[in-house]
């Protein structure tokens, strides 16, 4: 007999770790310095959040972007963006793992949607005040710069479920009977 089911207690633990899974992301575009934008043809210029480099492979030229205030806006709101998520992380934890107190849920909740909207802003300046600061050619934003989208992403997702499982306190703490989808013979 085969069963199908949503094991809800599961959730305790795998919803914390998405969120850890989100600073991962977070830390790795912020900290990237191998650029989130490149050029496409000559691999002569690329940029990270901080940094803007030109030349060839041996020898490149580094000017800061820190010179430029939307630059500075970036890198604001992507930290405080990650100080808050990191913030909501240990809340997270505290709320489900070792205890489950279902009133943080909602709280955490809020927090993530503070991360999303500060980190969609960021993710949105970034491209437009570089393109307008730079008019040659055709860039590609790398890997870095995808991974602070999937923090984002993350973020969104754990938002939607740290507000949808006040609901399920019952199934959360196991009290609940097992409601299963498909059930077979």
């Given at each position: 007999?085969?069963?199908?089911?949503?094991?809800y207690?599961?959730?305790?633990?795998?919803?914390?770790?998405?969120?850890?899974?989100?600073?991962?992301?977070?830390?790795?575009a912020?900290?990237?310095?191998?650029?989130?934008?490149?050029?496409?043809?000559?691999?002569?210029?690329?940029?990270?959040?901080?940094?803007?480099?030109?030349?060839?492979?041996?020898?490149?030229?580094?000017?800061?972007?820190?010179?430029?205030?939307?630059?500075?806006?970036?890198?604001?709101?992507?930290?405080?963006?990650?100080?808050?998520?990191?913030?909501?992380?240990?809340?997270?934890?505290?709320?489900?793992?070792?205890?489950?107190?279902?009133?943080?849920?909602?709280?955490?909740?809020?927090?993530?949607?503070?991360?999303?909207?500060?980190?969609?802003?960021?993710l949105?300046?970034y491209?437009?005040?570089?393109?307008?600061?730079?008019?040659?050619?055709?860039?590609?934003?790398?890997?870095?710069?995808?991974?602070?989208?999937?923090?984002?992403?993350?973020?969104?997702?754990?938002?939607?479920?740290?507000?949808?499982?006040?609901?399920?306190?019952?199934?959360?703490?196991?009290?609940?009977?097992?409601?299963?989808?498909?059930?077979?013979?």
């Open positions: 007999m085969f069963r199908c089911g949503i094991a207690p599961r959730c305790r633990w795998i919803v914390p770790l998405l969120l850890l899974f989100a600073i991962i992301f977070d830390i790795i912020i900290a990237a310095t191998s650029g989130w934008v490149e050029d496409e043809d000559a691999k002569s210029h690329y940029a990270s959040m901080w940094y803007q480099y030109r030349g060839r492979s041996d020898q490149w030229d580094h000017k800061s972007l820190m010179e430029f205030s939307w630059a500075q806006a970036v890198a604001a709101l992507m930290i405080l963006g990650l100080i808050i998520l990191i913030i909501a992380f240990i809340v997270s934890c505290v709320a489900l793992c070792c205890s489950l107190n279902t009133a943080l849920l909602p709280v955490i909740g809020a927090m993530l949607i503070v991360v999303v909207v500060l980190q969609v802003i960021a949105i300046i491209p437009v005040k570089f393109n307008e600061l730079i008019f040659e050619g055709h860039y590609y934003y790398t890997w870095a710069y995808g991974f602070g989208w999937g923090a984002t992403i993350l973020c969104i997702g754990c938002a939607i479920l740290f507000c949808c499982l006040p609901r399920y306190e019952d199934e959360l703490t196991g009290l609940a009977k097992t409601k299963y989808l498909y059930s077979s013979a």
